[in-house]
């Protein structure tokens, strides 16, 4: 550890450059899984706040839950068996205000459920987002498949699909609105294991968010960004280690003659890295928490402790790898020649 810190102190510009480009790349990354996940709560909030448990579609909707239609009499036995089961449907539509300002919507009708708004027939309850944009309680909002009005009597807290404030509304109201008499949906909350459904297919809730489409293609393409940059940051590490140890061949020859082994010098290496990478990796864990703080509201960024903790350790790990592939060299240092290689 003392030569370790001797060399970073003797060539700070060196490792300063490399601790820099680590702390802009671990940022990117905390950046870019923070906006991941502001942005998977801004999606699919209405789902990903359920308890574990297993959703269950028609097997003919090929894991559409649009095309999904719970045929009565399954729904009916369903909920005879299992007490805490629920049956819902979803669809995306628009409301106008009383100021005819028109609002995109997901629609949701649940009966028979702790976990999603009920309410009467003729009421609403949106989520609070759309009380940020002048809809109070009270109010009477219209749609154009709808015979009457609905009646605002409240507002749920982070309860958004497809990136749309969910509109709770009675069964009845669902059926006028959409012209449908099924629901979409089956939802079955802490099951281990699903039983089989004759007719329906399960899902855990995390099955049932891969099949919306919005939400797999956006989760996918923001975690292999995340990825790569941990990748790169590997190979920097590979690539500034191995052309400081070809530089210092000489040295290492004589520290082998003198009597220093191999474990020692890649223990000095080791420690070099750990400096800069938790040095970098700090700063990059402040400013990223930071931001979640004073984050403008409308900014889908939520980025939690635990995940910051995750992915230091992703990058010590392969930190550690890539100093580790650079050093295979100093094994091969036969010090007579090294020495010589060095005085040339």
């Given at each position: 550890m003392i030569l370790a810190w001797k060399e970073i102190k003797k060539n700070k510009a060196r490792f300063i450059i490399l601790g820099f480009i680590i702390f802009l790349v671990s940022f990117l990354t905390f950046m870019i899984s923070g906006l991941s996940n502001g942005l998977s709560k801004d999606n699919a909030s209405l789902i990903k706040d359920l308890p574990d448990g297993h959703f269950y579609m028609n097997a003919d909707a090929e894991e559409n839950y649009l095309a999904s239609k719970i045929d009565k009499k399954i729904e009916?036995?369903?909920?005879?068996?299992?007490?805490?089961?629920?049956?819902?449907?979803?669809?995306?539509?628009?409301?106008?205000?009383d100021q005819d300002k028109q609002h995109s919507v997901a629609f949701v009708?649940?009966?028979?459920?702790?976990?999603?708004?009920?309410?009467g027939k003729g009421e609403?309850?949106?989520?609070?987002s759309l009380k940020d944009e002048g809809?109070?309680?009270?109010?009477?909002?219209?749609?154009?498949?709808?015979?009457?009005?609905?009646?605002?009597?409240?507002?749920?807290?982070?309860?958004?699909?497809?990136h749309a404030p969910a509109a709770f509304i009675h069964?009845?109201?669902?059926?006028?609105?959409?012209?449908?008499?099924e629901m979409q949906l089956i939802f079955i909350p802490e099951l281990v294991e699903a039983p089989s459904i004759t007719g329906l297919q399960s899902?855990?809730?995390?099955?049932?968010?891969?099949?919306?489409?919005?939400?797999?293609?956006?989760?996918?393409?923001l975690n292999m960004i995340s990825w790569f940059l941990i990748v790169i940051s590997g190979m920097l590490f590979t690539i500034f280690f191995y052309m400081m140890n070809v530089q210092k061949i000489g040295l290492y020859g004589i520290l082998k003659a003198i009597g220093m082994k191999t474990r020692s010098l890649f223990v000095m290496m080791w420690s070099q890295m750990m400096i800069i990478t938790l040095a970098s990796l700090g700063i990059s864990v402040l400013l990223s928490q930071a931001l979640e703080t004073v984050a403008p509201e409308g900014l889908p960024f939520y980025l939690p402790a635990k995940t910051s903790f995750?992915?230091?350790?992703?990058?010590?790990?392969?930190?550690?790898?890539?100093?580790?592939?650079?050093?295979?060299?100093?094994?091969?240092?036969?010090?007579?020649?090294a020495i010589q290689q060095g005085e040339g």
């Open positions: 009916g036995n369903v909920l005879a068996e299992n007490k805490q089961a629920s049956v819902l449907a979803i669809q995306m539509g628009f409301i106008n205000d009708a649940a009966a028979h459920s702790p976990f999603f708004e009920e309410v609403v309850i949106l989520d609070r809809v109070k309680i009270g109010d009477k909002v219209k749609n154009k498949q709808y015979s009457k009005e609905l009646i605002v009597k409240g507002f749920a807290d982070h309860k958004k699909f497809s069964r009845e109201d669902y059926k006028e609105i959409f012209k449908g008499t899902f855990t809730n995390d099955e049932f968010l891969s099949t919306i489409p919005s939400y797999s293609a956006e989760q996918m393409s995750q992915f230091s350790l992703v990058f010590i790990a392969v930190g550690f790898i890539g100093a580790t592939l650079s050093g295979i060299q100093i094994k091969k240092v036969e010090p007579l020649k």
